[in-house]
């Protein structure tokens, strides 16, 4: 895809993020992608942009169980208990 | 040590040992414990491989009695969550492929050439600068300061985890919301760490779309 390999495109980086954030990244791309993100603003606002939906999603409520749901469980148990 | 009208959920997950003793002994608070701590998970899980959050909800509870079954057999050693999610997706799987619903290696397959963000935001091959920004992503921090967790931004980052295909989903609900370890998730859903990284990459890129369609209106 580029010229040279010690170059990556910002559509490159969008691609990346997911193994650089996670630590996925071999030795040699780290150092590409962060000399990537050190001269190109656009992609350091990419990188905070998903660092971003990451709490974002973080901070969601994952909600009480349907109560229907539950009662079932409930009786489910019951009926378990009582041999 | 909790009293037993103290809010089951907050219990430190250290408490679990405690909760299993009780389970065995046929205490109900310490199973609407576990069922409040571990049922959003487990739906999660079971959306991989059956169509609807009835069916869902059907599984849950299946998996639910197989570990009421499995209890005496259950070793402490291993993780609690891991163990019932791995049941959850026994079931949910048979059931799937009964309803000739299963998805699983096409669904684990989607994503992987789909692109993070739409190819007109980069300039084309051929011209210059090719691969980079036609204008940048916006700084959403210089957005008001609550913006990220207005009620309305909440939602359209629901919705949009609502529409995952079911892998994605399980994954970024797993990882992002219930803050699994990538290799706790891998254990449970039974996926290598590639094919675990490529759904989190897929999913948390098109909940980024779905914010900057919501900021940028
Ligand atoms: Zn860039």
């Not at chain 2, 691969?131 to 980052?157: F, I, K, M």
């Not at chain 2, 290799?183 to 779905?210: F, P």
Request: net charge negative; proline share 5%.
């Amino acid at each position: 895809m580029a010229e040279h390999a010690e170059h990556i495109t910002c559509q490159e980086v969008v691609e990346l993020v997911t193994d650089y954030l996670e630590g996925g990244l071999p030795a040699a791309e780290v150092s590409l992608f962060e000399q990537h993100i050190l001269f190109c603003e656009g992609c350091r606002t990419y990188l905070e942009q998903m660092r971003l939906t990451v709490s974002t999603v973080g901070r969601l409520d994952t909600g009480d169980v349907p109560d229907q749901l539950r009662d079932r469980l409930l009786s489910a148990f019951r009926d378990w208990k009582r041999p | 040590m909790p009293t037993p009208d103290s809010d089951h959920v907050m219990l430190a997950p250290d408490d679990e040992a405690l909760l299993l003793d009780r389970l065995r002994a046929g205490d109900e608070d310490a199973f609407e414990a576990l069922v409040a701590r571990h049922s959003s998970a487990m739906l999660a899980a079971a959306r991989m491989y059956v169509k609807t959050d009835a069916a869902a909800e059907d599984v849950v509870q299946d998996a639910w009695l197989g570990v009421l079954k499995g209890l005496a057999r259950f070793e402490a050693r291993s993780s609690l969550k891991t163990w019932i999610i791995r049941i959850v997706v026994n079931i949910a799987r048979t059931r799937g492929a009964r309803e000739a619903r299963s998805v699983p290696f096409s669904s684990l397959a989607t994503g992987a050439d789909e692109a993070a963000v739409a190819p007109d935001r980069f300039r084309p091959p051929g011209g210059a600068f090719p691969g980079h920004w036609n204008s940048y992503p916006r700084d959403w921090r210089s957005l008001p300061e609550d913006s990220l967790v207005q009620l309305e931004t909440t939602r359209a980052v629901l919705r949009e985890i609502g529409r995952l295909p079911g892998a994605q989903q399980a994954v970024i609900r797993l990882r992002d919301v219930e803050g699994w370890t990538a290799a706790e998730v891998c254990a449970a859903l039974d996926l290598t760490d590639g094919n675990q990284r490529v759904l989190l990459h897929r999913a948390r890129s098109r909940v980024r779309g779905a914010l900057e369609r919501h900021f940028d209106g």
